[in-house]
């Protein structure tokens, strides 16, 4: 079972992660959306962050990235 400090430490590269994907969509395609905000912070698994951050980088559109970030809700 974790303890609290593991589960403050992973919650604080969970929102680490965030943040970074919106500054990398945001440098990238201007102003991202509400939506897309608040279906990232929805996310609790570090792995399907790192996914996403990849898919960020990668991708043509902010659509392109939606659709990755709707895919497997």
Excluded at 21 to 34: A, K
Excluded at 41 to 51: A, F
């Amino acid at each position: 079972m974790p303890t609290l400090l593991q589960h403050c430490v992973n919650r604080g590269k969970i929102e680490e992660k965030i943040e970074t994907i919106l500054r990398l969509l945001t440098r990238r395609f201007g102003q991202c959306s509400g939506t897309i905000e608040v279906q990232l912070s929805e996310i609790t698994d570090l792995e399907r962050l790192n996914q996403l951050w990849d898919v960020a980088y990668d991708c043509r559109n902010l659509e392109e990235f939606s659709d990755a970030l709707e895919s497997e809700r």
